[in-house]
């Protein structure tokens, strides 16, 4: 195949997005800047560029008769084999399947796979800083979930205890289905040890689900290196919007597993009696038709970065990252959540002892078109048990009764800022000077804020006029 169409780009990436401009409520307008990355990055223009390519020829796949159909075919699965590429996996050893609802339908997927291969083995491990998406569907299934503890405590929890970890293995020997964990919590950046809990959890019979959503951004991955059985990533948090989530799994492992979705695509014959899959991958495992335009473009994308290269990518990512941190440390009144002299990468989250979270990320927007996201990040267990000691220590002595829950509401969560690959220091300085000047200010732009009950905060007067921004509604 012909790599013309932006698939084998090498140049820089450049983003969609960093020139956008917001209408800020003191009534100027402003350049957006975006530090939300961890829940999606702006849109690569190489993504955009290939979708624009392929969709002239866009078709169903899994037909050789037209010559769309055939373009379609033999692209998405080069996109299979950027995908192993990208994250240093064996062809002979792991495939990938391209799922729907992101890493979620991902991790779904396999843990009710796993609950019916392995009956016999009863115990989940999950790590105690999961974002939902791995932690809830290992619930499900009659498992019996125990949570791996962190290292420390309250506001300055670090990694997994590989301590405690290799106890619980050692308590559950033999019952261990296996072990849920991110490579990089969502929360705070910090990263896991991968490598030592995937060989431990080998030596006790069990398998290792590694949830990659934070960390394929921003650092190298090795899965031939690591030898994880499953790897599980978003499309969108890859500066690929409308892409698919991906499972990358061991073809042996896979093999054992039922319970995929069912239909055409995966099957090689089927009578009224029985069906029979196909015993190649991935179409054992890719029924109905996948998202073809958006894997295809979240695989340029993958290209783009392996030529970046991406160590290139995890030096800006750790170097951007540890100025952030060195320069919220400045600030006074702010908590950084995690142990401090941990590396992390790609989001850290904070508050300020007087401004609630929900009113710092309003102002944050409001008044300095800065995007930053707040509240509990889906990883509810996690932030409360960071918040734990500051929530019990709220003084209520002056707040009327019937207030109380209202008013510890508003304190139940953080901000967090997140650093994608177009992120600069400059941007680190404008969100820091943008906080000092909210200290200073503070008692003036409370005044334009109503708290609401679920703790969120509006301003009395400034809505952003949405339907102005979006042509296509006029
Ligand atoms: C660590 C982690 N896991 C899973 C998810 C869920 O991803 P998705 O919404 O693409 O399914 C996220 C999204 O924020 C995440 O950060």
């Known amino acids: 195949m012909k790599h013309t169409l932006g698939f084998n780009s090498h140049s820089p990436m450049k983003f969609v997005g960093l020139d956008t401009r917001y209408k800020v409520a003191s009534g100027t307008e402003l350049v957006r800047l975006h530090l939300d990355g961890a829940a999606s990055p702006l849109p690569s223009q190489t993504a955009i560029d290939t979708m624009m390519e392929l969709l002239p020829h866009y078709s169903n796949t899994h037909s050789y008769v037209h010559n769309s159909a055939q373009i379609s075919t033999k692209a998405l699965a080069w996109a299979h084999e950027q995908v192993l590429l990208f994250l240093n996996a064996s062809p002979t050893v792991y495939t990938s399947v391209f799922t729907g609802a992101g890493t979620t339908a991902a991790i779904n997927r396999v843990s009710r796979g796993l609950a019916i291969a392995r009956p016999d083995k009863k115990i989940v491990l999950v790590s105690s800083m999961e974002h939902h998406a791995n932690d809830l569907p290992h619930r499900s299934h009659n498992n019996e979930v125990s949570y791996i503890p962190l290292v420390g405590e309250g506001a300055n929890r670090g990694a997994i205890d590989l301590d405690a970890y290799r106890s619980l293995l050692e308590q559950y020997s033999g019952s261990v289905n296996y072990v849920a964990v991110s490579s990089v919590s ?7 040890p991968i490598d030592e809990m995937t060989s431990l959890a080998h030596l006790h019979g069990a398998l290792i689900l590694v949830d990659g959503a934070q960390s394929v951004a921003h650092r190298i991955t090795n899965l031939d290196r690591q030898d994880v059985d499953f790897f599980i990533f978003s499309g969108h948090k890859v500066y690929t919007p409308s892409s698919p989530g991906v499972l990358v799994a061991k073809k042996e492992v896979l093999t054992t ?36 335009i958006g894997a295809v473009a979240l695989a340029s994308v993958l290209n783009q970065l392996q030529h970046q290269p991406m160590s290139e990518v995890e030096r800006h990512s750790a170097s951007t990252m540890s100025y952030l941190i060195e320069e919220l440390k400045n600030l006074p009144k702010i908590t950084i959540y995690g142990d401090n002299s941990l590396d992390r990468t790609g989001a850290i989250s904070f508050n300020h002892e007087r401004i609630d979270h929900g009113l710092l990320a309003a102002i944050l927007n409001d008044y300095y078109a800065i995007a930053v996201r707040n509240e509990c990040f889906c990883a509810h267990p996690y932030v409360s048990e960071l918040l734990k000691k500051e929530l019990w220590e709220i003084d209520l002595t002056d707040i009327k009764e ?42 003036n732009l409370e005044k334009n804020y109503e708290a609401q009950p679920d703790g969120s905060y509006e301003h009395k007067e400034f809505k952003i006029d949405w339907k102005a921004e979006l042509k296509f509604l006029t």
């Not at 177009?422 to 503070?442: F, G």
């Open 402 to 443: 019937e207030e109380h829950e209202f008013y510890v509401n508003r304190k139940r969560g953080m901000v967090r800022v997140s650093i994608s690959l177009y992120n600069t220091r400059a941007d680190v300085d404008r969100l820091i000077t943008a906080l000092r000047e909210i200290e200073y200010e503070l008692d």
């Open 186 to 192: 969502n929360v705070t950046g910090i990263l896991n």
């Open 257 to 292: 597993l039922n319970g995929q979705d069912l239909g055409g695509g995966s099957v090689s014959s089927v009578s009224y009696f029985d069906y029979e899959l196909i015993p190649s991958y991935p179409d054992r495992e890719q029924s109905g038709t996948p998202n073809i």
